[in-house]
Nanobody, 118 residues
Framework: VQLQASGGGLVQPGGSLRLSCAASGSIFSINAMNWYRQAPGKQREWVAIITNGGSTNYVDSVKGRFTISRDNAKNTVYLQMNSLKPEDTAVYYC?????????????WGQGTLVTVSS
């Protein structure tokens, strides 16, 4: 199983970015899909979750600005980030709980860097 994250980049404050994370391999089903982030010098923090039923939840700091979604046919999770702030600068990681050929496991993407700066 591999997770490929993409969509990071440099954006001005107030701007938007859309992150994607696609899971590939011998996947039978996917449970919860999460986004985490790690800012320079800080611990990794959880950002958002979407369950296999479509329920979502967010860390308070991004509520109303970020939206997590998923495309089950493509085994892909997205994070739409609007009204970005400098404090959103971080490496963003996807995290997926799934059943694959080798059994159930939790997998991490390689991270994609988001920089919010003028």
């Amino acid at each position: 199983v591999q997770l490929q994250a993409s969509g990071g980049g440099l954006v001005q404050p107030g701007g938007s970015l859309r992150l994607s994370c696609a899971a590939s391999g011998s996947i039978f089903s996917i449970n919860a899909m999460n986004w985490y982030r790690q800012a320079p010098g800080k611990q990794r923090e959880w950002v958002a979750i979407i369950t296999n039923g479509g329920s979502t939840n967010y860390v308070d700091s991004v509520k109303g600005r970020f939206t997590i979604s998923r495309d089950n046919a493509k085994n892909t999770v997205y994070l739409q980030m609007n009204s970005l702030k400098p404090e959103d600068t971080a490496v963003y990681y996807c995290n997926v709980d799934l059943y694959a050929l080798g059994g159930r496991g939790v997998f991490w993407g390689q991270g994609t860097l988001v920089t919010v700066s003028s």
